[in-house]
């Protein structure tokens, strides 16, 4: 018995009753996909209805259904179509997937975001979010941290595939504002969801690390992928997030004490050099054993500039090792 190959015709479809199976229309409703992808993975890969009714209309089986399923999530996973397919066979088939039909690793094969050389988890991640399709974002969004960790997932997969998305963006006169969004909600979701519960400050002297945006600044998604790495290495964590304003900055570091204070601006506009100088110019303590917070600059915004005496880590997993180091010695 001959199994059909990608590129190759479909079989011919055999008779059912006039109700049973379902039509491609109904079938591309339920899972999330155009009926053109549908028609196209039959034209191509022979991954479509076998069956007609007795009027001679085409229907999905249950087989069928089956079969496609496995198509969509392993396309969400970032596996290119062509390979999909002959994996979505061999499991109809009844034979486990090998190594030659699921192919993992990095991937440059072309996808509706200009990705480039990626992890296949950005190419899922891409798939999924121009679909619209929430609950695959976050499966693979919760996969990919709890495989690799916040440090790399951030790195490797959430930032490239949210970059991909705003040039996409960028270039194409507003459309995809929606896939940006989504995408940047269920990263946001994920994200909070991977941070252990808020520690307490372990003492007056201990301290903690405090997260802020920039005033007027809106992006708080680094700062949240730091707030989730940091509470995953079991250190004392506060985030005031987006737009704080320079009194509500200097009131929360003079309650709080912190070890190190982190400055997120995403725009040049919202830096703010003269904030970052007052911020380690703070010190409390009695006499003689007075300190204050170091200050640790994050985004582009803050451009080469900088102010003495401030640290400028070059991503995430530098800035992880940093904080951990400073309150190791606070």
């Known amino acids: ?19 049973a199976g379902l039509t491609t229309g109904v079938l591309a409703r339920r899972l999330g996909v155009s009926p053109m992808t549908l028609r196209s993975w039959d034209r191509r890969y022979g991954i479509g209805p076998t069956a007609r009714t007795e ?13 496609v399923e496995e198509m969509c999530r392993l396309t969400a996973t970032g596996i290119p179509p062509a390979d999909a397919a002959r994996a979505a066979r061999t499991a109809a088939a009844g034979a486990p997937p090998t190594a030659e039909t699921v192919p993992a690793g990095r991937s440059r ?3 509706a975001l200009p990705l480039g050389d990626v992890r296949l988890e950005c190419r899922g991640l891409a798939r999924a979010a121009v679909r619209l399709d929430a609950p695959a974002l976050e499966e693979q969004l919760t996969a990919v941290v709890e495989r690799y960790g916040v440090v790399a997932a951030w790195q490797e997969v959430m930032v490239p595939t949210l970059h991909a998305v705003g040039r ?12 940006e969004h989504l995408l940047a909600w269920h990263v946001s979701t994920v994200l909070r969801r991977s941070a252990p519960p808020a520690l307490p400050v372990p003492s007056p002297t201990g301290g903690c690390v405090l997260l802020a945006c920039a005033p007027g600044e809106q992006h708080t998604l680094p700062l949240e992928a730091l707030h989730a790495a940091l509470g995953r290495e079991g250190l004392p964590v506060r985030m005031l997030g987006a737009a704080v304003p320079v009194e509500a900055l200097d009131a929360a570091v003079r309650r709080l004490g912190p070890v190190a204070v982190v400055l997120w601006a995403q725009e040049s506009a919202r830096a703010a050099p003269a904030l970052a100088r007052h911020v380690a110019g703070q010190r409390w303590g009695m006499k003689g054993a007075r300190r204050g917070p170091a200050v640790l600059l994050g985004g582009p915004g803050w451009g080469r500039a900088q102010p003495a005496g401030v640290l400028r880590p070059a991503g995430l997993a530098q800035a992880v ?10």
């Open 321 to 330: 090792d940093t904080l951990r180091a400073l309150c190791g010695a606070g």
């Open 168 to 179: 996409r963006w960028a270039s194409s006169t507003d459309q995809y504002v929606e896939v």
């Open 109 to 111: 094969a072309a996808g």
């Open 1 to 19: 018995m001959t199994t059909v190959g990608v590129d190759a015709p479909p079989p011919e479809p055999s008779a059912v009753p006039g109700g």
């Open 55 to 67: 009027g001679g209309h085409r229907r999905w089986t249950a087989a069928d259904v089956a079969t």
